[in-house]
T-cell receptor
């Protein structure tokens, strides 16, 4: 069965510092991969996705993620954190050819940005 | 595009009462999902539909929960009778289809059962 592991339920960075949120998945074949962001009292919003092709994917708000098949990872990065990046981030996977359309979400990582 | 619309945004009810949550997906999206989010259990998929047909309801907690999608632009999630442990934020999401696997989430309904 597919699963998603987000390392660290809480991450704290200083404004202007590098943001690195870790995500590992288990799957027999590369799945579709996603990062979503959730601001307080809002629904989840897609940051970026990997379906096929280039393994470095760029998303909104300056975020990017790299799909590494050998490491079964899809870590999210941003070179310079901004106060507005404080939110909860969810990594998610969806099987490409099996399992229907069910998307598996990680437990989430809450990002704190210090001034 | 109006996005996914959910109503009500907040619902407070007493234990034993019936609760109905509503969702309007994005026009043209073939898939609709209902999720529940709590601090303890995170984001849980309850049920999803494809072209108005329920495909997987294995996440529905028990018979007190039911969901319908009478047409492509409307879905309901009903809890009868409600219990305090049902208190959570319920999200509806929609998706276009195979070539576009990402989901678009509504703002959620915060349910409190006292």
């Amino acid at each position: 069965a597919q699963s998603v592991t987000q390392l660290g339920s809480h991450v704290s960075v200083s404004e202007g510092a590098l943001v690195l949120l870790r995500c590992n998945y288990s799957s027999s074949v590369p799945p579709y991969l996603f990062w979503y962001v959730q601001y307080p009292n809002q629904g989840l919003q897609l940051l970026l996705k990997y379906t096929t092709g280039a393994t470095l994917v760029k998303g909104i708000n300056g975020f990017e993620a790299e799909f590494k098949k050998s490491e079964t990872s899809f870590h999210l990065t941003k070179p310079s954190a901004h106060m507005s990046d404080a939110a909860e981030y969810f990594c998610a996977v969806r099987p490409v050819n099996t399992g229907g359309f069910k998307t598996i979400f990680g437990a989430g990582t809450r990002l704190f940005v210090k001034a | 595009d109006a996005g996914v619309i959910q109503s009500p945004r907040h619902e407070v009810t007493e234990m034993g009462q019936e609760v109905t949550l509503r969702c309007k997906p994005i026009s043209g999206h073939d898939y609709l999902f209902w999720y529940r989010q709590t601090m303890m259990r995170g984001l849980e998929l309850l049920i999803y539909f494809n072209n108005n047909v329920p495909i997987d309801d294995s996440g529905m907690p028990e018979d007190r929960f039911s969901a319908k999608m009478p047409n492509a632009s409307f879905s309901t999630l009903k809890i009868q009778p409600s219990e305090p442990r049902d208190s959570a934020v319920y999200f509806c999401a929609s998706s276009r289809g195979q070539g576009n696997p990402e989901q678009y989430f509504g703002p959620g309904t915060r349910l409190t059962v006292t």
